[in-house]
Protein backbone atom coordinates (compact mmCIF):
# COMPACT_ATOMS: atom_id res chain seq x y z
CA UNK A 1 0.00 0.00 0.00
CA UNK A 2 2.03 2.79 -1.11
CA UNK A 3 2.45 5.58 1.72
CA UNK A 4 2.92 8.65 -0.83
CA UNK A 5 1.44 8.84 -4.87
CA UNK A 6 1.73 10.58 -7.18
CA UNK A 7 0.13 10.67 -10.85
CA UNK A 8 1.02 10.64 -13.51
CA UNK A 9 4.91 9.38 -13.10
CA UNK A 10 6.09 10.29 -16.41
CA UNK A 11 4.65 13.61 -17.92
CA UNK A 12 5.48 14.80 -21.87
CA UNK A 13 4.17 17.95 -23.19
CA UNK A 14 4.20 20.82 -25.40
CA UNK A 15 5.44 24.58 -24.61
CA UNK A 16 2.03 26.55 -23.62
CA UNK A 17 0.70 23.52 -22.23
CA UNK A 18 -1.05 23.69 -18.60
CA UNK A 19 -0.69 20.36 -16.85
CA UNK A 20 -1.08 19.10 -13.07
CA UNK A 21 0.21 16.50 -10.92
CA UNK A 22 -1.27 15.10 -8.03
CA UNK A 23 -0.08 13.85 -4.47
CA UNK A 24 -1.88 11.73 -2.13
CA UNK A 25 -0.77 10.53 1.04
CA UNK A 26 -2.40 7.81 3.69
CA UNK A 27 -0.09 8.35 6.18
CA UNK A 28 -1.90 10.79 8.15
CA UNK A 29 0.42 13.64 7.72
CA UNK A 30 -0.73 17.25 8.59
CA UNK A 31 1.98 18.64 6.26
CA UNK A 32 2.92 18.19 2.41
CA UNK A 33 5.37 19.74 0.13
CA UNK A 34 6.25 19.83 -3.18
CA UNK A 35 9.74 19.97 -4.45
CA UNK A 36 11.78 20.58 -7.95
CA UNK A 37 14.99 18.11 -8.80
CA UNK A 38 16.91 19.59 -11.48
CA UNK A 39 18.79 17.75 -13.50
CA UNK A 40 22.16 18.09 -11.01
CA UNK A 41 19.97 16.22 -8.55
CA UNK A 42 19.34 19.06 -6.41
CA UNK A 43 16.23 19.43 -4.84
CA UNK A 44 14.88 22.45 -4.21
CA UNK A 45 11.73 23.41 -2.64
CA UNK A 46 8.76 24.94 -3.97
CA UNK A 47 5.30 24.64 -1.23
CA UNK A 48 4.55 23.31 2.14
CA UNK A 49 1.11 23.17 3.46
CA UNK A 50 -0.13 22.19 6.69
CA UNK A 51 -3.59 21.51 7.50
CA UNK A 52 -4.40 22.51 3.82
CA UNK A 53 -2.62 26.05 4.71
CA UNK A 54 0.02 27.45 2.48
CA UNK A 55 3.02 27.63 4.95
CA UNK A 56 6.02 27.58 2.23
CA UNK A 57 6.00 29.47 -0.58
CA UNK A 58 9.46 29.77 -2.16
CA UNK A 59 10.70 32.10 -5.29
CA UNK A 60 8.56 30.11 -7.75
CA UNK A 61 6.53 31.64 -11.15
CA UNK A 62 3.04 31.98 -10.42
CA UNK A 63 2.52 30.12 -13.30
CA UNK A 64 2.96 27.15 -10.67
CA UNK A 65 -0.26 26.84 -8.10
CA UNK A 66 -0.54 24.43 -5.75
CA UNK A 67 -4.18 23.49 -4.25
CA UNK A 68 -4.85 21.17 -0.99
CA UNK A 69 -8.63 20.29 -0.99
CA UNK A 70 -7.78 18.41 2.28
CA UNK A 71 -4.87 16.81 4.29
CA UNK A 72 -3.98 14.11 2.32
CA UNK A 73 -4.29 15.76 -0.78
CA UNK A 74 -1.64 18.11 -2.91
CA UNK A 75 -1.82 18.98 -6.15
CA UNK A 76 0.44 21.13 -8.39
CA UNK A 77 -1.16 23.10 -11.42
CA UNK A 78 1.43 24.31 -13.90
CA UNK A 79 0.19 27.35 -16.73
CA UNK A 80 2.00 27.78 -19.88
CA UNK A 81 4.47 25.29 -19.52
CA UNK A 82 8.15 25.86 -20.39
CA UNK A 83 11.27 24.41 -21.41
CA UNK A 84 12.70 24.95 -18.21
CA UNK A 85 10.02 23.81 -16.15
CA UNK A 86 11.66 20.27 -17.05
CA UNK A 87 12.59 18.66 -14.06
CA UNK A 88 11.56 15.39 -11.24
CA UNK A 89 8.79 16.84 -9.20
CA UNK A 90 8.55 15.25 -6.15
CA UNK A 91 5.30 15.42 -3.34
CA UNK A 92 6.32 14.56 0.38
CA UNK A 93 4.42 14.26 3.44
CA UNK A 94 5.17 14.49 7.32
CA UNK A 95 4.15 14.70 10.35
CA UNK A 96 4.55 18.69 10.93
CA UNK A 97 2.95 18.89 14.31
CA UNK A 98 5.90 17.06 15.44
CA UNK A 99 9.58 18.89 14.59
CA UNK A 100 11.58 15.89 14.78
CA UNK A 101 10.00 13.85 12.06
CA UNK A 102 11.15 12.52 9.01
CA UNK A 103 9.42 12.73 5.37
CA UNK A 104 8.27 10.44 2.97
CA UNK A 105 8.29 10.96 -0.51
CA UNK A 106 6.46 10.09 -3.93
CA UNK A 107 8.36 8.37 -6.91
CA UNK A 108 8.63 11.47 -8.54
CA UNK A 109 6.69 12.55 -11.98
CA UNK A 110 9.32 13.71 -14.59
CA UNK A 111 8.13 16.13 -16.17
CA UNK A 112 9.27 16.83 -20.14
CA UNK A 113 8.52 19.87 -22.02
CA UNK A 114 8.88 19.70 -25.44
CA UNK B 1 16.97 30.03 7.44
CA UNK B 2 18.71 26.45 8.19
CA UNK B 3 21.45 24.94 5.48
CA UNK B 4 23.56 21.86 4.59
CA UNK B 5 26.27 21.65 2.76
CA UNK B 6 27.54 18.96 1.12
CA UNK B 7 30.86 18.75 -0.50
CA UNK B 8 32.50 17.03 -3.87
CA UNK B 9 29.47 16.11 -5.82
CA UNK B 10 30.39 12.72 -7.40
CA UNK B 11 32.53 10.24 -4.67
CA UNK B 12 33.95 7.10 -6.19
CA UNK B 13 34.90 4.44 -3.64
CA UNK B 14 35.95 0.85 -4.34
CA UNK B 15 33.84 -2.30 -3.38
CA UNK B 16 34.90 -2.84 0.34
CA UNK B 17 36.26 0.05 0.91
CA UNK B 18 35.13 2.96 4.00
CA UNK B 19 32.37 5.35 2.76
CA UNK B 20 32.77 8.50 3.75
CA UNK B 21 30.19 11.70 2.66
CA UNK B 22 30.46 15.12 4.65
CA UNK B 23 27.87 17.25 5.80
CA UNK B 24 27.70 20.37 7.19
CA UNK B 25 24.92 22.42 8.48
CA UNK B 26 24.60 25.77 9.74
CA UNK B 27 21.32 26.58 11.90
CA UNK B 28 20.81 29.47 14.73
CA UNK B 29 18.78 26.65 16.42
CA UNK B 30 19.00 22.82 17.69
CA UNK B 31 18.99 21.21 14.30
CA UNK B 32 17.08 17.93 13.12
CA UNK B 33 19.41 16.12 10.43
CA UNK B 34 18.62 13.68 8.10
CA UNK B 35 20.93 11.32 5.87
CA UNK B 36 18.36 10.14 2.43
CA UNK B 37 19.26 7.61 -0.35
CA UNK B 38 18.09 8.22 -3.79
CA UNK B 39 18.30 5.48 -6.37
CA UNK B 40 17.84 5.98 -10.29
CA UNK B 41 14.10 6.92 -11.10
CA UNK B 42 13.14 6.53 -7.58
CA UNK B 43 12.09 8.76 -4.48
CA UNK B 44 14.28 9.20 -1.62
CA UNK B 45 14.67 6.98 0.86
CA UNK B 46 15.60 7.66 4.81
CA UNK B 47 18.54 5.96 5.55
CA UNK B 48 18.73 7.45 9.33
CA UNK B 49 17.74 10.86 11.27
CA UNK B 50 19.45 12.73 14.63
CA UNK B 51 16.88 14.47 16.73
CA UNK B 52 17.81 14.53 20.10
CA UNK B 53 19.78 11.99 22.66
CA UNK B 54 22.54 9.57 21.33
CA UNK B 55 24.84 11.71 18.57
CA UNK B 56 25.71 8.41 17.04
CA UNK B 57 22.95 6.94 14.61
CA UNK B 58 22.61 3.92 12.90
CA UNK B 59 20.36 3.62 9.94
CA UNK B 60 19.69 1.07 7.16
CA UNK B 61 21.61 -0.94 5.03
CA UNK B 62 24.87 -0.67 7.58
CA UNK B 63 25.23 3.31 7.77
CA UNK B 64 25.64 5.51 10.56
CA UNK B 65 26.54 9.01 11.15
CA UNK B 66 27.52 11.17 14.04
CA UNK B 67 26.20 14.59 14.67
CA UNK B 68 29.12 16.39 15.97
CA UNK B 69 27.59 19.94 17.43
CA UNK B 70 31.34 21.26 18.21
CA UNK B 71 32.05 20.86 14.21
CA UNK B 72 28.46 21.59 12.95
CA UNK B 73 28.94 18.35 11.08
CA UNK B 74 26.60 14.97 10.50
CA UNK B 75 28.86 13.12 8.59
CA UNK B 76 27.83 9.79 7.23
CA UNK B 77 29.89 6.53 6.82
CA UNK B 78 29.89 2.95 5.66
CA UNK B 79 32.35 0.24 7.13
CA UNK B 80 32.36 -1.17 3.74
CA UNK B 81 30.91 -0.53 0.46
CA UNK B 82 28.62 -2.92 -1.75
CA UNK B 83 27.70 -2.27 -5.53
CA UNK B 84 24.18 -1.59 -4.04
CA UNK B 85 25.41 1.19 -2.42
CA UNK B 86 25.59 3.52 -5.73
CA UNK B 87 23.20 5.78 -5.30
CA UNK B 88 22.84 9.97 -4.78
CA UNK B 89 22.54 10.60 -1.29
CA UNK B 90 21.40 13.78 0.54
CA UNK B 91 21.76 15.42 4.17
CA UNK B 92 18.73 17.55 4.86
CA UNK B 93 17.97 19.51 7.77
CA UNK B 94 14.75 21.07 9.63
CA UNK B 95 14.85 23.76 12.56
CA UNK B 96 13.38 24.13 15.58
CA UNK B 97 10.29 26.01 14.96
CA UNK B 98 9.39 25.22 11.13
CA UNK B 99 8.82 23.00 8.92
CA UNK B 100 11.29 23.82 5.91
CA UNK B 101 13.00 20.91 4.98
CA UNK B 102 16.03 21.94 2.93
CA UNK B 103 18.48 20.06 1.40
CA UNK B 104 21.89 19.66 0.68
CA UNK B 105 23.21 19.51 -3.11
CA UNK B 106 23.88 15.27 -2.91
CA UNK B 107 26.67 13.19 -3.42
CA UNK B 108 27.03 10.76 -6.36
CA UNK B 109 28.24 7.43 -5.12
CA UNK B 110 29.50 5.32 -7.74
CA UNK B 111 31.38 2.00 -6.27
CA UNK B 112 34.09 0.23 -8.30
CA UNK B 113 34.22 -3.32 -8.51
Known amino acids: DTAVSQTPKYLVTQMGNDKSIKCEQNLGHDTMYWYKQDSKKFLKIMFS???????INETVPNRFSPKSPDKAHLNLHINSLELGDSAVYFC?????????????FGQGTRLTVV | AQSVTQLGSHVSVSEGALVLLRCNYS??????LFWYVQYPNQGLQLLLKYTTGATLVKGINGFEAEFKKSETSFHLTKPSAHMSDAAEYFC???????????FGKGNQVVVIP
Open chain 2, 92 to 102: AVIAYGNNRLA
Open chain 2, 27 to 32: SSVPPY
Open chain 1, 92 to 104: ASRAGRFVNTEAF
Open chain 1, 49 to 55: YNNKELI
